[in-house]
T-cell receptor
Framework: SQTIHQWPATLVQPVGSPLSLECTVEGTSNPNLYWYRQAAGRGLQLLFYSVGIGQISSEVPQNLSASRPQDRQFILSSKKLLLSDSGFYLC??????????FGDGTRLSIL | QKEVEQDPGPLSVPEGAIVSLNCTYSNSAFQYFMWYRQYSRKGPELLMYTYSSGNKEDGRFTAQVDKSSKYISLFIRDSQPSDSATYLCAMSARDAGNMLTFGGGTRLMVKP
């Protein structure tokens, strides 16, 4: 069966520091991969999605970036975090003609 | 106006009640409809997935889609305290899950 892992589960970072969040999927090949941000009491905002290695589409211009160095690995990064980057970050995957499945997220607090 | 509207709640019901959760949407191109359950500090978990109009049942859960009214519902029978969570509706136009539009979520509390 397929599983998705995100780490770390929680992260506290100072303003201006770099960021790297990792997401990996097991048990499937060539999944579509997604990064979302969920603000408190609000819906999910799609940040990036990827249909293959090295293929990244950005939905929202910001100081975050994403990379997909391997088929089942998706990384969310920032060179300098802003206070507004605080939130709950979710990674998701999907197979062909299947709904999206989510990881358990990373809660990011910027101080 | 948001593309998908969902009452944020909280909705508080006694254990054993029938719960009705709803979303309305404006984009008539939506064809695929999903319900996710999200526990506090966890990621959303897929509960139900339907295509086009009609009903789908899975245990205590029934998903209903009325495309003519642009209205979808999730019914929970014999609700349990373990059903206490936020329920998110999501929908897509082109295929099952590529570009989803989410509602803001309804927080449900089932009291023993």
């Amino acid at each position: 069966s397929q599983t998705i892992h995100q780490w770390p589960a929680t992260l506290v970072q100072p303003v201006g520091s770099p960021l790297s969040l990792e997401c990996t999927v097991e048990g499937t090949s060539n999944p579509n991969l997604y990064w979302y941000r969920q603000a408190a009491g609000r819906g999910l905002q799609l940040l990036f999605y990827s249909v293959g290695i090295g293929q990244i589409s950005s939905e929202v211009p910001q100081n975050l970036s994403a990379s997909r160095p391997q088929d089942r690995q998706f990384i969310l990064s920032s060179k300098k975090l802003l206070l507004s980057d605080s939130g709950f970050y979710l990674c998701a995957w999907r197979g062909v003609d299947q709904p999206q499945h989510f990881g358990d997220g990373t809660r990011l607090s910027i101080l | 106006q948001k593309e998908v509207e969902q009452d944020p709640g909280p909705l508080s019901v006694p254990e054993g009640a029938i719960v009705s959760l709803n979303c309305t949407y404006s984009n008539s191109a939506f064809q695929y409809f999903m319900w996710y359950r999200q526990y506090s500090r966890k990621g959303p978990e897929l509960l139900m997935y339907t295509y086009s109009s009609g009903n789908k049942e899975d245990g205590r859960f029934t998903a209903q889609v009325d495309k003519s009214s642009k209205y979808i519902s999730l019914f929970i029978r014999d609700s349990q305290p373990s059903d206490s969570a936020t329920y998110l509706c999501a929908m897509s136009a082109r295929d099952a899950g590529n570009m989803l539009t989410f509602g803001g979520g309804t927080r449900l509390m089932v009291k023993p």
